[in-house]
T-cell receptor
Framework: DTEVTQTPKHLVMGMTNKKSLKCEQH?????MYWYKQKAKKPPELMFV???????INESVPSRFSPECPNSSLLNLHLHALQPEDSALYLC??????????????FGAGSRLTVL | GQQLNQSPQSMFIQEGEDVSMNCTSS?????WLWYKQDPGEGPVLLIA?????ELTSNGRLTAQFGITRKDSFLNISASIPSDVGIYFC???????????FGKGITLSVRP
């Protein structure tokens, strides 16, 4: 299995809603990532989990809350988002440690629209 | 921080033509990666380069790691309509450093 699976593919939510994005991989990768991507722009790193521990938070607002329940799963909990948070949210995974460890495998993304 | 420069923002070519795109930086990178992103999908790794001067092919794609370690090139030969998409270069200064992405080049292929 060489895939990163993200659900849902599309999500529309109001500014007062609470929702979650989910990501799953079964490649034995021990690092997992959340990226945010606006149209025609490169992905921007949000969070990195390494061995199920949060290792990088790129100063992301607290209305985004990541969770890594186990080495195969990564969630992104969303609460009180703003319309400018509308974007494609990409999950990625990679092997950890050593040469070439950060070659990322991306999921297809969750397209989020905040009304 | 490190920046990767990709230009132009868009390229338009005829089906069957070859196309070359490059990625430059003022910083030294130890790893260069080329990703392609189709509309509505995540980026997919095309080629990874780990050594200065390295030339690697993947089908019709060829990429090179520049000798100065400050640039990389991607060539696509005999383009076909499914080559349409956004091509991102990405680089790392070390094995565990954050991946830096270029702004991407949108490639259009006219049949």
């Amino acid at each position: 299995d060489t895939e990163v699976t993200q659900t849902p593919k599309h999500l529309v939510m109001g500014m007062t809603n609470k929702k979650s994005l989910k990501c799953e991989q079964h490649m034995g990768h021990r690092a997992m990532y959340w990226y945010k991507q606006k149209a025609k722009k490169p992905p921007e790193l949000m969070f990195v989990y390494s061995y199920e521990k949060l290792s990088i938070n790129e100063s992301v607002p607290s209305r985004f809350s990541p969770e890594c329940p186990n080495s195969s799963l990564l969630n992104l909990h969303l609460h009180a988002l703003q319309p400018e948070d509308s974007a494609l949210y990409l999950c990625a995974s990679s092997l950890t440690g050593g040469y070439g460890a950060n070659v990322l495998t991306f999921g297809a993304g969750s397209r989020l629209t905040v009304l | 921080g490190q920046q990767l420069n990709q230009s132009p923002q868009s390229m338009f070519i005829q089906e069957g033509e070859d196309v070359s795109m490059n990625c430059t930086s003022s910083s030294i990178f130890n790893t260069w990666l080329w990703y392609k992103q189709d509309p509505g999908e995540g980026p997919v790794l095309l080629i990874a380069l780990y050594k200065a001067g390295e030339l690697t092919s993947n089908g019709r794609l060829t990429a090179q790691f520049g000798i100065t370690r400050k640039d990389s090139f991607l060539n696509i030969s005999a383009s076909i309509p499914s080559d349409v998409g956004i091509y991102f270069c990405a680089g790392q200064t070390g094995a565990n450093s954050k991946l830096t992405f270029g702004k991407g080049i949108t490639l259009s292929v006219r049949p």
